[in-house]
């Protein structure tokens, strides 16, 4: 199975800042990299699809990059209803397989 | 709008079983495969696994590979997860999401979620 890590797993920031969460996997996947935003006691949200494409909807403030095993996920300009927990998944092989969630907080 | 509404909480007892609903609306059921991902309290979430819309073909993850059934009923458009042998690690909220199994596919509407709560 196809490993994901997140790091950092949380983060305290402030509103306005500039943010970037890193999703390591543990083969290639080349671009099959999704990015899920979840609130407390709701259901995940698509965010970003194939590493770079935001959907319909979202923020321009969020943005997607890289390749192969490494990607990020940042957030420009910090605003209060982003503090939330993201996740990435791969979507290259089966299982798909989520990071383990990166938790963002008010400082 | 395509909307995946799922069935209420459950309550259950160890060894018993538990079958959840997702009732699809707002698009072409049979056009898209749905997913079912669980969350344990406090903790991240866990792809179960996919079942096709269109031909019924599914794909479980060998944890859950001897306990879980999942089927989809075209005239309702309904997807449903069947978990059997329930244990306590069972307790979790559990997920339908829509998506192919296709290189590059993604969960693109969730369903509310349903509580599975296993308790003695």
């Known amino acids: 199975d196809i490993q994901m890590t997140q790091s950092p797993s949380s983060l305290s920031a402030s509103v306005g800042d500039r943010v970037t969460i890193t999703c390591r996997a543990s083969?290639?996947?080349?671009?099959?990299l999704n990015w899920y935003q979840q609130k407390p006691g709701e259901a995940p949200k698509l965010l970003i699809s194939t590493t770079s494409t935001l959907q319909s909807g979202a923020p321009s403030r969020f943005s997607g990059s890289g390749s192969d095993t490494e990607f990020t996920l940042t957030i420009s300009s910090l605003q209060p209803e982003d503090f939330a927990t993201y996740y990435c998944?791969?979507?290259?092989?089966?299982?798909?397989?989520f990071g383990q969630g990166t938790r963002l907080e008010i400082k | 709008q395509v909307q995946l509404v799922q069935s209420g909480v459950e309550v259950k007892k160890p060894g018993a079983s538990v079958k959840v609903s997702c009732k699809a609306t707002?698009?072409?059921?049979?056009?898209?495969?749905i997913s079912w991902v669980r969350q344990a309290p406090g903790q991240g979430l866990e792809w179960m696994g996919w079942?096709?819309?269109?031909?019924?073909?599914?794909e479980y993850i060998q944890k859950f590979q001897d306990r879980v059934t999942m089927t989809t009923e075209t005239s309702t458009t309904t997807a449903y997860m069947e978990l059997r042998s329930l244990t306590f690690d069972d307790t979790a909220m559990y997920y339908c999401?829509?998506?192919?199994?296709?290189?590059?596919?993604?969960?693109?509407?969730w369903g509310q979620g349903t509580l599975v709560t296993v308790s003695s």
């Open positions: 079942i096709s819309a269109y031909n019924h073909n599914t």
């Open positions: 999401a829509r998506g192919e199994l296709a290189v590059g596919d993604n969960f693109d509407y």
């Open positions: 707002g698009y072409s059921f049979t056009n898209y495969g």
């Open positions: 998944q791969q979507s290259y092989k089966t299982p798909r397989t």
């Open positions: 083969q290639t996947i080349r671009g099959s």
